[in-house]
C-alpha cells in the first residue's frame, strides 16, 4: 500500500520513481492511499508520516518503508516480497 498526499513534496517527487517501478513489476498490485481521504485505513496501520509503503499480505504487514526512496532502493524491497 503507497500513502500519500497531494500537499506533500516528497510524494511528488516519488510519482516518477512510482512509474519506473510498475513498469519493473506491471502485474504488482499497489493501493494508493490518500492520507488525508482515508483516517479509517491510517489508524488500522498506524500511519504517522508520508510518503510511507506498507507492503502487505492479506491484511498482514511485512515491512514498511518511510521517506523519500530512491527507484533502487523500492525495487530492492519489492524483490524480497515476491
Same mark, same amino acid.
Given at each position: 500500500?503507497? #500513502?500519500?498526499?497531494?500537499?506533500?513534496p !516528497?510524494?511528488?517527487?516519488?510519482?516518477? &520513481?512510482?512509474?519506473? #517501478?510498475?513498469? %519493473? @513489476?506491471?502485474?504488482?498490485?499497489? %493501493?494508493?492511499?490518500? *492520507?488525508?481521504?482515508?483516517? !479509517?485505513?491510517?489508524?488500522?496501520?498506524?500511519?504517522?508520516? #508520508?510518503?510511507? #509503503?506498507? @507492503?502487505? %499480505?492479506?491484511?498482514?504487514?511485512?515491512? &514498511?518503508?518511510?521517506?523519500?526512496? %530512491?527507484?533502487?532502493?523500492?525495487?530492492?524491497?519489492?524483490?524480497? *516480497?515476491?
Open positions: 500500500m503507497k #500513502v500519500g498526499a497531494i500537499w506533500c !516528497e510524494c511528488a517527487i516519488m510519482r516518477p &520513481r512510482w512509474e519506473k #517501478v510498475k513498469s %519493473e @513489476f506491471p502485474d504488482l498490485e499497489i %493501493e494508493e492511499m490518500d *492520507y488525508d481521504k482515508d483516517q !479509517e485505513t491510517r489508524k488500522r496501520y498506524n500511519i504517522d508520516h #508520508v510518503p510511507t #509503503v506498507i @507492503f502487505l %499480505e492479506g491484511e498482514n504487514e511485512l515491512g &514498511r518503508l518511510k521517506g523519500l526512496l %530512491e527507484t533502487e532502493e523500492m525495487i530492492k524491497e519489492i524483490k524480497k *516480497y515476491l
